[in-house]
């Protein structure tokens, strides 16, 4: 069934909110339009209001389309800002040509475009548009001049062309400079919510993200759409790094155990650390047994890693507790139980992968 607004994309939902806030503007510049008209205040014939009108309505169902199907990810702007700024312009000029001593007025027309750009243009795209609307309007006066000679005011025509090219520029200046404010808040925003979800020092997932994606797989395995497994690694004999070697070696160890395990899972699973030198994998859609051959895996990887600053003879190894998480229990049970294998794996010798069953054994 058609939806107005695509139902799975945010992006697209936005950028059709935003064209109907630019839609609303063109229906406030046709009622203007359709009221000088009966006004007969403008040679704004009804012929030409109609083509006009239907000629705004078709590029508009045009750029909806445009965005409703997706195309418009195709271009560099997906917003398709620029593109909708000229083509306002343009239907401004033709307003502009017809509205006779209301040109002055119709100047206000170009600040209601440019403020759609704030938000979205660099400068040089502002200038562009500047110049493309300054050019345009002095067109239609010299058009007029020849055509229309009756209609034309030298003075306050060329003071408006002479205004245009003063305060468009300016504004695009403005313009350029709150769209880089913008963008630098928009990338302060982003840092802080990645300092807010991941580990400083090894750059996974800290322990408050960690309960979030947890939490989201238990509504996931809930519902019965997929299973999930839990695994814990510790890293065997660290205190003794961080005592032979100091905690700066010690840090570049669990940097490099953690990044290394992280290119080593799939794209749907995850890091996080759970506390110290002790980390969690959360396996997206991976039972036990695969989770097993998953954390073996890792194991093998880890004993051979090569770590910089340190001896070269100088490796570590790890500890694994393995569990799948059971639908309906709390998620701290399952991470019990994953601790509990741990302590099972460093009990019978460390440098290996134990696993604690539900109460359903799938191995």
């Known amino acids: 069934m058609f939806s107005f607004f695509p139902k799975d994309d945010h992006n697209q939902t936005l950028r059709i909110k935003r064209f109907l806030i630019a839609f609303g503007s063109y229906v406030m510049w046709s009622t203007l339009a359709v009221f000088l008209h009966f006004q007969e205040l403008t040679r704004l014939t009804f012929n030409v209001l109609i083509i006009s009108l239907s000629g705004i309505l078709a590029i508009n169902i045009l750029l909806y389309a445009m965005i409703r199907t997706g195309l418009n990810k195709r271009f560099k702007d997906p917003s398709l800002t620029l593109l909708q700024m000229v083509i306002a312009t343009f239907w401004a000029m033709v307003f502009v040509y017809y509205a006779d001593s209301f040109r002055s007025v119709v100047l206000l027309l170009y600040l209601v475009v440019f403020v759609f750009g704030i938000f979205r243009l660099k400068v040089w795209q502002f200038l562009f548009l500047s110049v493309f609307a300054v ?28 205004v245009l090219a003063t305060v468009l520029p300016w504004f695009s200046l403005i313009g350029g400079y709150i769209n880089n404010l913008r963008t630098q808040v928009s990338k302060a925003i982003s840092t802080i919510e990645q300092l807010a979800i991941i580990d400083d020092l090894t750059q996974v997932f800290n322990r408050r993200q960690m309960y979030k994606i947890l939490n989201d797989q238990k509504a996931l395995g809930d519902r019965g759409i997929h299973p999930f497994s839990i695994c814990i690694f510790d890293l065997d004999h660290f205190k003794i790094v961080n005592d032979t070697f100091g905690h700066s070696a010690g840090d570049i160890v669990l940097k490099t155990v953690a990044q290394e395990a992280q290119k080593n899972l799939r794209n749907i699973d995850h890091i996080a650390r759970y506390g110290g030198e002790e980390f969690i994998l959360i396996l997206t859609n991976m039972e036990t047994r695969e989770a097993m051959i998953c954390a073996e895996r890792i194991r093998e990887m880890i004993k051979e890693l090569v770590f910089e600053n340190m001896p070269e003879k100088f490796r570590i190894t790890i500890s694994v507790g393995v569990t799948e998480y059971q639908s309906g229990e709390f998620i701290q049970d399952a991470i019990n139980r994953a601790d509990k294998a741990l302590y099972r794996a460093k009990a019978n010798g460390r440098d290996r992968v134990e696993y604690e069953p539900t109460t359903t054994i799938k191995l």
Do not use: C, G, R
């Not at 345009?136 to 030298?154: C, D, R």
């Open 135 to 162: 050019v345009n309007y002095a067109a239609v006066i010299l058009l007029l001049y020849k055509i229309h000679p009756e209609s034309i005011n030298t003075k306050i025509d060329v003071l408006n062309i002479v």
